[in-house]
Protein backbone atom coordinates (compact mmCIF):
# COMPACT_ATOMS: atom_id res chain seq x y z
CA UNK A 1 0.00 0.00 0.00
CA UNK A 2 1.61 3.23 -0.83
CA UNK A 3 1.39 6.42 1.57
CA UNK A 4 -1.61 8.11 -0.69
CA UNK A 5 -3.50 4.92 0.00
CA UNK A 6 -7.20 6.15 0.81
CA UNK A 7 -8.80 5.16 4.27
CA UNK A 8 -11.97 2.94 3.20
CA UNK A 9 -14.97 4.95 3.69
CA UNK A 10 -17.48 6.49 1.53
CA UNK A 11 -16.27 9.10 -0.98
CA UNK A 12 -18.74 12.23 -0.35
CA UNK A 13 -20.67 12.98 -3.91
CA UNK A 14 -19.32 16.11 -6.08
CA UNK A 15 -22.54 18.53 -5.99
CA UNK A 16 -23.19 18.01 -9.55
CA UNK A 17 -23.97 14.32 -9.00
CA UNK A 18 -27.00 12.69 -7.56
CA UNK A 19 -26.10 9.72 -5.56
CA UNK A 20 -28.01 6.14 -5.90
CA UNK A 21 -25.38 3.24 -5.61
CA UNK A 22 -22.60 2.68 -4.01
CA UNK A 23 -20.16 0.29 -5.45
CA UNK A 24 -16.44 -0.50 -4.77
CA UNK A 25 -14.42 0.40 -7.63
CA UNK A 26 -10.96 -1.66 -7.50
CA UNK A 27 -8.01 -0.53 -9.37
CA UNK A 28 -5.11 -2.08 -10.03
CA UNK A 29 -2.41 0.54 -9.47
CA UNK A 30 1.68 0.92 -9.96
CA UNK A 31 3.63 3.49 -9.55
CA UNK A 32 7.20 2.27 -10.58
CA UNK A 33 9.00 5.46 -8.29
CA UNK A 34 7.26 4.28 -5.33
CA UNK A 35 6.16 0.15 -6.26
CA UNK A 36 8.19 -2.53 -5.91
CA UNK A 37 5.13 -4.03 -7.59
CA UNK A 38 1.86 -3.45 -8.83
CA UNK A 39 -1.19 -4.28 -6.14
CA UNK A 40 -5.04 -3.39 -5.70
CA UNK A 41 -6.00 -0.20 -4.08
CA UNK A 42 -9.94 0.13 -3.63
CA UNK A 43 -12.08 3.13 -3.79
CA UNK A 44 -15.71 3.26 -2.09
CA UNK A 45 -17.42 5.74 -5.04
CA UNK A 46 -21.33 6.98 -4.84
CA UNK A 47 -22.74 6.93 -8.28
CA UNK A 48 -25.52 6.79 -10.33
CA UNK A 49 -26.47 3.86 -12.87
CA UNK A 50 -25.58 5.03 -15.96
CA UNK A 51 -22.46 6.67 -14.90
CA UNK A 52 -19.76 5.60 -17.00
CA UNK A 53 -16.53 3.94 -15.60
CA UNK A 54 -14.65 7.14 -16.73
CA UNK A 55 -16.96 9.24 -14.64
CA UNK A 56 -15.94 7.16 -11.50
CA UNK A 57 -11.86 7.18 -12.31
CA UNK A 58 -12.31 11.27 -13.15
CA UNK A 59 -14.13 11.17 -9.74
CA UNK A 60 -11.17 8.93 -7.57
CA UNK A 61 -8.67 11.18 -9.70
CA UNK A 62 -10.32 14.97 -8.94
CA UNK A 63 -12.14 14.03 -5.47
CA UNK A 64 -9.44 11.63 -3.79
CA UNK A 65 -6.84 10.40 -5.46
CA UNK A 66 -5.10 13.11 -7.50
CA UNK A 67 -1.68 10.45 -8.38
CA UNK A 68 -4.21 8.36 -10.04
CA UNK A 69 -2.73 7.78 -14.00
CA UNK A 70 -5.00 6.69 -16.81
CA UNK A 71 -5.26 7.61 -20.39
CA UNK A 72 -8.75 9.73 -21.68
CA UNK A 73 -10.02 12.66 -24.09
CA UNK A 74 -12.97 12.75 -26.01
CA UNK A 75 -14.75 10.60 -23.17
CA UNK A 76 -17.49 9.87 -26.22
CA UNK A 77 -15.43 6.15 -27.95
CA UNK A 78 -13.64 8.27 -30.32
CA UNK A 79 -10.19 8.98 -29.82
CA UNK A 80 -9.64 5.35 -28.49
CA UNK A 81 -7.39 6.30 -25.39
CA UNK A 82 -9.08 4.67 -22.91
CA UNK A 83 -9.02 0.69 -23.57
CA UNK A 84 -8.56 -0.93 -20.19
CA UNK A 85 -9.42 -4.29 -18.71
CA UNK A 86 -12.73 -3.88 -16.86
CA UNK A 87 -14.33 -6.47 -15.30
CA UNK A 88 -11.96 -9.00 -16.64
CA UNK A 89 -12.84 -7.88 -20.11
CA UNK A 90 -11.31 -5.01 -22.28
CA UNK A 91 -13.61 -2.26 -22.85
CA UNK A 92 -13.48 1.57 -23.22
CA UNK A 93 -13.98 3.65 -19.73
CA UNK A 94 -15.48 5.96 -21.35
CA UNK A 95 -18.31 3.79 -23.34
CA UNK A 96 -19.09 0.90 -20.53
CA UNK A 97 -22.23 2.12 -18.29
CA UNK A 98 -21.83 0.99 -14.40
CA UNK A 99 -25.07 -0.84 -14.46
CA UNK A 100 -24.36 -3.00 -17.35
CA UNK A 101 -21.59 -4.36 -15.22
CA UNK A 102 -22.50 -4.30 -11.56
CA UNK A 103 -25.93 -4.28 -9.10
CA UNK A 104 -25.78 -1.07 -6.50
CA UNK A 105 -22.98 -2.83 -4.06
CA UNK A 106 -20.98 -4.04 -6.65
CA UNK A 107 -17.37 -4.21 -6.85
CA UNK A 108 -15.64 -3.01 -10.46
CA UNK A 109 -12.05 -3.82 -11.52
CA UNK A 110 -9.91 -1.51 -13.46
CA UNK A 111 -6.60 -2.74 -14.76
CA UNK A 112 -4.10 -1.41 -17.23
CA UNK A 113 -4.82 -3.42 -21.36
CA UNK A 114 -2.34 -6.77 -21.10
CA UNK A 115 0.43 -7.33 -22.88
CA UNK A 116 2.17 -4.20 -23.43
CA UNK A 117 4.32 -2.75 -20.49
CA UNK A 118 2.59 -0.64 -17.66
CA UNK A 119 4.07 2.92 -17.13
CA UNK A 120 1.63 3.67 -14.23
CA UNK A 121 -1.60 2.51 -13.43
CA UNK A 122 -3.89 2.29 -16.08
CA UNK A 123 -1.25 3.60 -18.40
CA UNK A 124 1.00 1.44 -20.80
CA UNK A 125 3.35 1.69 -23.12
CA UNK A 126 1.83 2.18 -26.46
CA UNK A 127 4.84 2.45 -28.71
CA UNK A 128 5.04 -1.53 -29.68
CA UNK A 129 1.19 -1.16 -31.14
CA UNK A 130 2.05 2.05 -33.11
CA UNK A 131 4.90 0.34 -34.41
CA UNK A 132 2.90 -2.85 -35.65
CA UNK A 133 0.54 -0.29 -36.89
CA UNK A 134 3.41 2.02 -38.91
CA UNK A 135 4.51 -1.71 -40.06
CA UNK A 136 1.58 -2.08 -42.46
CA UNK A 137 1.67 1.25 -44.24
CA UNK A 138 -1.40 2.18 -42.68
CA UNK A 139 -1.72 4.98 -46.01
CA UNK A 140 -3.12 5.55 -49.45
CA UNK A 141 -0.17 4.21 -51.82
CA UNK A 142 -0.74 4.89 -56.08
CA UNK A 143 1.80 6.61 -57.71
CA UNK A 144 -0.10 6.47 -60.88
CA UNK A 145 -0.44 10.13 -62.11
CA UNK A 146 -3.46 11.69 -60.42
CA UNK A 147 -6.53 11.67 -62.86
CA UNK A 148 -8.12 15.01 -63.38
CA UNK A 149 -10.79 15.53 -61.06
CA UNK A 150 -11.19 12.60 -58.34
CA UNK A 151 -10.03 9.15 -58.54
CA UNK A 152 -13.47 7.78 -58.38
CA UNK A 153 -14.47 4.29 -56.91
CA UNK A 154 -18.48 3.14 -56.96
CA UNK A 155 -20.28 2.70 -53.12
CA UNK A 156 -19.68 -1.48 -53.77
CA UNK A 157 -15.71 -0.54 -54.05
CA UNK A 158 -15.84 1.12 -50.81
CA UNK A 159 -17.97 -0.97 -48.74
CA UNK A 160 -15.40 -3.76 -49.27
CA UNK A 161 -13.38 -1.84 -46.42
CA UNK A 162 -15.87 0.24 -44.59
CA UNK A 163 -15.56 -2.07 -41.82
CA UNK A 164 -11.88 -1.25 -41.30
CA UNK A 165 -12.64 2.48 -41.37
CA UNK A 166 -14.69 2.50 -38.05
CA UNK A 167 -11.20 1.30 -36.02
CA UNK A 168 -10.09 3.90 -33.54
CA UNK A 169 -6.82 2.55 -32.56
CA UNK A 170 -7.79 1.85 -28.77
CA UNK A 171 -5.57 -2.42 -28.87
CA UNK A 172 -8.56 -3.25 -27.17
CA UNK A 173 -8.32 -6.38 -29.62
CA UNK A 174 -5.07 -6.64 -29.64
CA UNK A 175 -4.24 -6.67 -26.18
CA UNK A 176 -7.06 -9.18 -25.67
CA UNK A 177 -5.60 -11.96 -27.91
CA UNK A 178 -3.45 -14.71 -26.35
CA UNK A 179 -1.38 -14.94 -29.02
CA UNK A 180 0.15 -11.56 -28.34
CA UNK A 181 0.06 -11.97 -24.72
CA UNK A 182 2.72 -14.50 -25.22
CA UNK A 183 4.77 -12.85 -28.31
CA UNK A 184 4.56 -9.68 -27.87
CA UNK A 185 6.35 -9.51 -31.47
CA UNK A 186 3.06 -10.48 -33.02
CA UNK A 187 1.72 -7.92 -35.19
CA UNK A 188 -2.09 -7.94 -33.74
CA UNK A 189 -5.07 -7.36 -35.26
CA UNK A 190 -5.07 -3.82 -35.08
CA UNK A 191 -2.40 -3.55 -37.40
CA UNK A 192 -4.20 -6.28 -39.61
CA UNK A 193 -7.40 -4.52 -39.67
CA UNK A 194 -5.53 -1.38 -40.81
CA UNK A 195 -3.94 -3.55 -43.60
CA UNK A 196 -7.26 -4.83 -44.33
CA UNK A 197 -8.80 -0.74 -45.16
CA UNK A 198 -6.10 -0.05 -47.53
CA UNK A 199 -5.38 -3.50 -49.33
CA UNK A 200 -9.31 -3.75 -49.87
CA UNK A 201 -9.18 -0.28 -51.31
CA UNK A 202 -9.63 -0.42 -55.42
CA UNK A 203 -7.56 2.96 -55.11
CA UNK A 204 -4.61 1.59 -53.37
CA UNK A 205 -1.85 -0.05 -55.42
CA UNK A 206 0.43 -0.84 -51.79
CA UNK A 207 -0.85 -4.93 -51.85
CA UNK A 208 2.04 -6.51 -52.45
CA UNK A 209 4.18 -4.52 -50.13
CA UNK A 210 1.86 -5.01 -46.61
CA UNK A 211 1.38 -8.98 -47.88
CA UNK A 212 5.26 -8.99 -47.63
CA UNK A 213 4.98 -7.23 -44.24
CA UNK A 214 2.23 -9.80 -42.93
CA UNK A 215 3.40 -13.10 -44.62
CA UNK A 216 6.47 -12.60 -41.98
CA UNK A 217 6.85 -15.02 -38.78
CA UNK A 218 5.66 -12.77 -36.61
CA UNK A 219 2.93 -11.49 -39.22
CA UNK A 220 -0.55 -12.86 -39.87
CA UNK A 221 -0.11 -16.62 -39.46
CA UNK A 222 -0.01 -16.17 -35.52
CA UNK A 223 -3.44 -15.93 -35.52
CA UNK A 224 -5.45 -18.56 -34.45
CA UNK A 225 -8.72 -17.73 -34.60
CA UNK A 226 -9.00 -16.93 -31.82
CA UNK A 227 -12.05 -14.72 -31.84
CA UNK A 228 -11.22 -12.57 -28.21
CA UNK A 229 -9.97 -8.98 -30.84
CA UNK A 230 -14.06 -9.71 -32.07
CA UNK A 231 -15.64 -10.26 -28.74
CA UNK A 232 -13.09 -6.70 -27.63
CA UNK A 233 -13.81 -4.39 -30.45
CA UNK A 234 -15.66 -1.07 -29.18
CA UNK A 235 -16.86 -0.33 -32.53
CA UNK A 236 -17.96 -3.99 -33.29
CA UNK A 237 -15.72 -4.49 -36.12
CA UNK A 238 -15.77 -8.12 -37.90
CA UNK A 239 -12.32 -8.00 -36.99
CA UNK A 240 -11.33 -11.88 -36.97
CA UNK A 241 -13.86 -11.81 -40.07
CA UNK A 242 -11.20 -8.91 -41.74
CA UNK A 243 -8.11 -11.41 -40.56
CA UNK A 244 -9.24 -14.62 -42.33
CA UNK A 245 -10.04 -11.59 -45.56
CA UNK A 246 -6.38 -10.54 -45.16
CA UNK A 247 -5.06 -14.36 -45.16
CA UNK A 248 -6.95 -15.41 -48.07
CA UNK A 249 -5.55 -12.40 -50.05
CA UNK A 250 -1.59 -13.12 -48.36
CA UNK A 251 -2.66 -16.64 -49.89
CA UNK A 252 -3.36 -15.98 -53.14
CA UNK A 253 -0.87 -12.64 -53.69
CA UNK A 254 -4.30 -10.70 -54.51
CA UNK A 255 -7.29 -9.15 -53.37
FE1 LIG B 1 -9.90 -0.91 -31.22
FE2 LIG B 1 -11.55 -2.38 -32.76
FE3 LIG B 1 -9.60 -0.92 -33.88
FE4 LIG B 1 -9.00 -3.10 -32.50
S1 LIG B 1 -10.19 -3.03 -34.40
S2 LIG B 1 -7.96 -1.12 -32.35
S3 LIG B 1 -10.54 -3.05 -30.87
S4 LIG B 1 -11.38 -0.15 -32.73
FE1 LIG C 1 -5.86 -13.26 -31.69
FE2 LIG C 1 -8.07 -12.42 -32.82
FE3 LIG C 1 -6.53 -14.15 -34.08
S1 LIG C 1 -7.79 -12.91 -30.69
S2 LIG C 1 -5.65 -15.34 -32.43
S3 LIG C 1 -5.99 -12.07 -33.55
S4 LIG C 1 -8.75 -14.08 -34.10
FE1 LIG D 1 -11.81 8.82 -26.16
FE2 LIG D 1 -12.79 6.97 -24.46
S1 LIG D 1 -11.85 8.88 -23.96
S2 LIG D 1 -12.51 6.81 -26.60
Avoid at 18 to 45: C, L
Avoid at 205 to 219: H, I, P, S
Wanted: aromatic share 10%; hydrophobic share 35%; with cysteine.
Amino acid sequence: MTATTPQPQTIPLAPSMVASWKVNVKIYRYNPEQDKKAHWEAYPVECEPGDRVLDLLNYIKWYVEPSLAYRRSCAHGVCGSDAMLINGRNRLACKILVKDLIKNGGTLTVEPIRGLKVEKDLIVDMEPFFDSYRSVMPYFINDDPTPPGERLQSPAEREVFDQGTKCILCAACTTSCPIFWVNGQYIGPAAIVQAHRFIFDSRDKGAAERFKQLDQNTGIWRCRTAYNCTEACPRDIPVTQLIEEVKRAVLYQSV
